[in-house]
């Protein structure tokens, strides 16, 4: 009887040092799978869009950090050639300099959106009335030169916080960022191959495609793109504006 008490207890022991290790081992991904799913928060309540996922074949091209006196020209040139409608993320201090370029983007089809005015890094410790200068002279900058109010913003660096979103919604602005799958660095220039393997590489429908018309240094990106509209073209994509990619996404939900 006491063998068998202590083989019991011996049995309790090892099946208790067992369980422990099982609650050591799947223990943090336990708390990760608990921890907040940060994108998926902003995401679901529609505060900010990475991405419009479509089973249809069209992809949003997003030009941050002009307009550029050089570079914005030819890469509207480019996408004259084929047919191709993007979305220009402008910055109010740049656009003021050159209004001329946002008038021929508007006129040829091309959205134009908020990109703050002077591309501070807004972290945190602005606060809103700066966060909300930043957003309403840009407004007015585009405004004033083509009559357009932007509907969507996208803070430099992708930076947000919720104080930024809440001016934002008060302003009447979509936070859009960008595919984490379509971010090239174009603006480190690492090489054309590069931004262009990264985006046919990694397409899919509904991507919100990450490059800039201005850059330190001479630009990568208009030649990487002469190469990625014609190879996207030839897959039987559609460019359009990042507005009309979340328009044709929100139709799709509803089906
Ligand atoms: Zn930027």
Redesign the pocket.
Do not use: V
């Given at each position: 009887m006491k063998n068998l008490n202590i083989r019991a207890s011996k049995l309790l022991f090892v099946r208790s040092v067992v369980i422990v290790c099982l609650l050591v081992a799947v223990m943090p991904v336990m708390l990760v799978q608990a921890a907040p799913n940060v994108r998926y928060y902003y995401e679901s309540r529609g505060d900010v869009v990475w991405e419009a996922p479509s089973k249809e074949k069209q992809v949003a091209l997003t030009f941050?950090?002009g307009p550029d006196p050089t570079d914005t020209p030819r890469i509207l040139d480019l996408l004259k050639k084929y047919d191709a409608k993007a979305t220009f993320?402008v910055?109010g201090r740049k656009a003021e300099e050159h209004p001329d370029i946002l008038r021929r983007a508007a006129a040829e089809g091309h959205e134009l959106a908020n990109?703050t005015f002077t591309?501070r890094m807004l972290d945190s410790s602005f606060t809103a009335e700066q966060i909300r200068k930043e957003i309403v002279d840009t407004q007015e900058t585009i405004f004033a030169a083509t009559g357009v109010r932007a509907r969507l913003f996208?803070p430099?660096?992708g930076l947000f916080n919720p104080r930024m979103i809440a001016v934002g919604k008060e302003e009447g602005l979509q936070m859009v960022l960008w595919s984490w799958h379509q971010d090239t660095h174009d603006?480190s220039r690492p090489g054309v191959n590069r931004i262009v393997r990264k985006v046919l590489g990694n397409v899919r429908g509904g991507d919100i495609i990450l490059l800039?018309d201005y850059v330190h240094g001479p630009t990568q990106t208009v030649e990487a793109l002469s190469r990625i509209l014609p190879s996207l073209q030839n897959e039987g994509y559609r460019f359009v504006t990042v507005s009309e990619l979340l328009y044709h996404s929100s139709r799709e939900v509803r089906k």
């Open positions: 941050d950090d993320f910055m990109h591309h996208r430099p660096g603006w800039h």
